[in-house]
Nanobody, 111 residues
Framework: QVQLVESGGGLVQAGGSLRLSCVAS????????MGWFRQAPGKQRELVAT???????NYAESAKGRFTISRDNAKNTVYLQMNSLKPEDTGVYYC?????WGQGTQVTVSS
């Protein structure tokens, strides 16, 4: 099992940026596919972006062109750079790998 700890959430105005980080432990990080999901109030958890162990990325349509997922294997960390944030990006953002989830970090975008 892998343990995941997110950080970097907060309150930002529409059009602003945030960078989320997720530090992983418990497995060899370079072997892990990683991802970011989010859950808005009253809605189901949804995919935001994923990155494979070899760096292939995939994005939800809502994230394309605004968000960038990346990884630093030396730091056992995956990042989500979020630019041009919109109020509809508000939610709890979760880091994912294998069958594990982090505790989540709140992102709130004000209009």
């Amino acid at each position: 099992q892998v343990q995941l700890v997110e950080s970097g959430g907060g309150l930002v105005q529409a059009g602003g940026s945030l960078r989320l980080s997720c530090v992983a432990s418990g497995r060899i990080f370079s072997f892990c596919n990683m991802g970011w999901f989010r859950q808005a109030p009253g809605k189901q958890r949804e995919l935001v972006a994923t990155i494979t162990r070899v760096g292939v990325t995939n994005y939800a349509e809502s994230a394309k062109g605004r968000f960038t997922i990346s990884r630093d294997n030396a730091k056992n960390t995956v990042y989500l750079q979020m630019n041009s944030l919109k109020p509809e990006d508000t939610g709890v953002y979760y880091c994912w790998s294998w069958d594990s989830w982090g505790q989540g970090t709140q992102v709130t975008v004000s209009s």
